[in-house]
T-cell receptor, first 115, second 111 residues
Framework: DTAVSQTPKYLVTQMGNDKSIKCEQNLGHDTMYWYKQDSKKFLKIMFSYNNKELIINETVPNRFSPKSPDKAHLNLHINSLELGDSAVYFC??????????????FGEGSRLTVL | GEDVEQSLFLSVREGDSSVINCTYTDSSSTYLYWYKQEPGAGLQLLTYIFSNMDMKQDQRLTVLLNKKDKHLSLRIADTQTGDSAIYFCAEIAAAGNKLTFGGGTRVLVKP
């Protein structure tokens, strides 16, 4: 009964391949996020969806395409993988109603290694 | 734009107090947060403070906010080896839907 679950936990692939990471939350939250954490542990937001609608789209290459089939799921598809895409990708969710909207619940992360 | 900065590393002896510092630039920040990341895991919210407060205490954790200097700190009393982790400061602006994180402070607790 994990609150925010991501699959796969580890992904090793060759440059140029296409891969997807899936995320599901069972908290009933209406907002979901993808964050990228680099090797220096710096966390950067990539995308955010609220009730299946894209609300944050940071400067991310268009090789990255998020998809939210419903408010409990947010998947990340990456085309033509590059070495610099190697990182840990975190999914998170939150409830946007109320003033304290920075209380995020994170998944365990998906470590992507591009060779 | 928003900027949140933290020192990279803190070493502390078990039983001592740890103080982790953070500075931010966005004067419209409404809430400020401390998250903890243990090795191989996602981030977990530890505590947060509303911008009209100066201090918040929660068991071993004390958060101090100096809004004038845009300085936030987290004090952990009686630090334990289980407190070894990376601690992230974060802020959200009044009109914001985006949480901005600092670079994280790696805390190492020595026995």
């Amino acid at each position: 009964d994990t609150a925010v679950s991501q699959t796969p936990k580890y992904l090793v692939t060759q440059m140029g391949n296409d891969k997807s990471i899936k995320c599901e939350q069972n908290l009933g939250h209406d907002t979901m996020y993808w964050y990228k954490q680099d090797s220096k542990k710096f966390l950067k937001i990539m995308f955010s969806y609220n009730n299946k609608e894209l609300i944050i789209n940071e400067t991310v290459p268009n090789r990255f395409s998020p998809k939210s089939p419903d408010k409990a799921h947010l998947n990340l598809h990456i085309n033509s993988l590059e070495l610099g895409d190697s990182a840990v990708y975190f999914c998170a969710s939150s409830q946007r109603t109320g003033a304290n909207t920075g209380e995020l619940f994170f998944g365990e992360g998906s470590r992507l290694t591009v060779l | 734009g928003e900027d949140v900065e933290q020192s990279l590393f803190l070493s502390v002896r078990e039983g001592d107090s740890s103080v982790i510092n953070c500075t931010y630039t966005d004067s419209s920040s409404t809430y400020l947060y401390w998250y903890k990341q243990e090795p191989g895991a996602g981030l977990q919210l530890l505590t947060y403070i509303f911008s009209n407060m100066d201090m918040k205490q929660d068991q071993r954790l004390t958060v101090l906010l100096n809004k004038k200097d845009k300085h936030l700190s987290l004090r952990i009393a009686d630090t334990q080896t289980g407190d070894s982790a990376i601690y992230f400061c974060a802020e959200i602006a009044a009109a914001g839907n985006k949480l901005t994180f600092g670079g994280g402070t790696r805390v190492l607790v020595k026995p």
